[in-house]
């Protein structure tokens, strides 16, 4: 059973990158580009990158276990540095998702149906946009890291 553990790390990573960057470099960027209502855009790219960051949780998660049951013959130099790895980019999920994501939702909130790039709000909210668009960025690095790491 042990020969199928390194598999199924590489195969939870490929997941873990693939979506991250699927829906941030793909998903994303086509809904605003095709949709002529950017707030609807924005509402089901919220959609998707809320789902993004419950599959991030749920594949930090199993590379743990993985990490934990499938790399005996790894010296701890590896298993510390993909440790490291894999915890900084799910502190990037919960900082981006559950830090800055609910700010920008209550500023959306506060700005009706206009959107908040109608508001007073449209800078506060491009600040916590452009912070969380970084975090993404270095997350989706990581994860191309990670992959060729396995």
């Known amino acids: 059973m042990a020969p199928i553990l390194p598999k199924a790390r590489l195969l939870v990573a490929a997941l873990w990158a693939g979506s991250l960057w699927a829906v941030g470099y793909l998903v994303a960027p086509t809904l605003f ?3 002529s209502d ?3 855009a924005g509402t089901i790219a919220g959609a998707m990158f809320h789902s993004m960051a419950l599959l991030s ?3 930090g998660l199993a590379m743990l276990l993985l990490l934990w049951r499938g790399t005996q013959g790894w010296d701890g130099k590896r298993r510390r540095g993909m440790l490291a790895l894999i915890v900084v980019m799910v502190m ?7 830090g800055l994501q609910p700010m920008m939702a209550e500023l959306r909130a506060a700005a009706g149906p206009a959107g908040v ?3 007073a709000a449209k800078s506060r909210f491009g600040m916590l946009h452009g912070v969380s668009s970084m975090i993404y960025l270095v997350q989706s690095l990581l994860a191309g890291w990670l992959v060729l790491k396995q």
């Open 33 to 35: 580009a095709t949709l």
């Open 38 to 40: 950017r707030v609807l």
């Open 57 to 59: 949780l749920g594949c």
């Open 92 to 98: 990037c999920t919960v900082v981006s998702h559950f």
């Open 117 to 119: 790039m109608e508001s």
